[in-house]
């Protein structure tokens, strides 16, 4: 990973969907369809990711 981060791009509406999963989207930095982030590399952005993977793209 370049300098321990990771682009996530939110591909999919988070319209209807659990209130923790828009609080993950939230969390990671992610405001609309195809906005795209760089967060870093942790457990806690990792956690975060995987939990909504399903909404997202990523890059390493």
Known sequence: MA???I????VKS???RLE???ACARG???????HTV???DTPENRG???KISYLLKCEG
């Open 28 to 34: 990671l930095g992610l405001r609309r369809m195809n």
């Open 38 to 40: 760089e967060v870093l």
């Open 48 to 50: 975060m990711i995987n």
């Open 7 to 10: 682009k996530v791009t939110l």
């Open 20 to 22: 923790a999963h828009k």
């Open 14 to 16: 988070l319209i209807g």
């Open 3 to 5: 300098n321990g981060k």
